[in-house]
């Protein structure tokens, strides 16, 4: 089993970018995916999850900018990012566990953790 993330570079406030991240030797029907993001001395944190039935939950602090996606057909899952602020820079991760999705973002029982992909936002 095994994520990979890519999508990540360097933009200017407002600015948007698109993180991807193709899920490979992962099986199973219910399932819960999520992005994750860690700046430097400070804890990760849940931005987005998505379960495999389509239902969605966001970050207070993502809300409206952020749109996570799956591509069932490529086994991808993406994160469509607009209007970046310099608070959203770090690495973000993409992670996956088996069945349902907790009602919390926070990163526990996710047992497939993708490498990360650095973002930067420039004020």
């Known amino acids: 089993v095994q994520l990979v993330e890519s999508g990540g570079g360097s933009v200017q406030a407002g600015g948007s970018l698109r993180l991807s991240c193709v899920a490979s030797?992962?099986?199973?029907?219910?399932?819960?995916m999520g992005w994750f993001r860690q700046a430097p001395g400070k804890v990760r944190e849940g931005v987005a999850r998505?379960?495999?039935?389509?239902?969605?939950r966001y970050a207070d602090s993502v809300r409206g900018r952020f749109t996570i996606s799956k591509d069932n057909a490529k086994n991808t899952l993406n994160l469509e990012m607009n209007s970046l602020k310099p608070e959203d820079a770090a690495m973000y991760y993409c992670?996956?566990?088996?069945?349902?999705?907790?009602?919390?973002?926070?990163?526990?029982?996710?047992?497939?953790w993708g490498q990360g992909t650095q973002v930067t936002v420039s004020s």
């Open positions: 998505i379960h495999s039935d389509g239902t969605t």
């Open positions: 992670a996956a566990k088996r069945g349902h999705c907790f009602y919390d973002l926070g990163p526990r029982g996710y047992d497939v």
């Open positions: 030797g992962y099986t199973g029907s219910s399932y819960c």
